[in-house]
Nanobody
């Protein structure tokens, strides 16, 4: 069984910063891509940022220059420092991973439980 555990959400004032973390654990052989998605009330879930095992990153236009995704392959962990948070950033942020589990070997897409980010003065 594989699971993703997120941490780091919370309440911050506009212009403030938060750092999200997501650790994958369980019977993992390898992890390809990891990423962060978010879903605000009444809106569809959207990609915020992603990073491949080789370090290639991609971002939603709305967060470019403010959020920086990184990963520690040895720890199976992905990070998302978020700076200059805006009133349009609040949402539940979900961690996602495309991975190969072992015993049995199979490709999986796994989601975390979500962590709430609130931006308010």
């Amino acid at each position: 069984q594989v699971q993703l555990v997120e941490s780091g959400g919370g309440l911050v004032q506009p212009g403030g910063s938060l750092r999200l973390s997501c650790a994958a654990s369980g019977s993992i052989f390898s992890i390809n891509a990891m990423g962060w998605y978010r879903q605000a009330p009444g809106k569809q879930r959207e990609l915020v940022a992603g990073v491949t095992s080789g370090g290639t990153t991609n971002y939603a236009d709305s967060v470019k220059g403010r959020f920086t995704i990184s990963r520690d392959n040895a720890k199976n962990t992905v990070y998302l420092p978020m700076n200059s948070l805006k009133p349009e950033d609040p949402a539940v942020y979900y961690c996602n991973a495309d991975l190969l589990s072992q015993l049995p070997f199979r490709y999986l897409e796994v989601w975390g439980q979500g962590t709430l980010v609130t931006v308010s003065s």
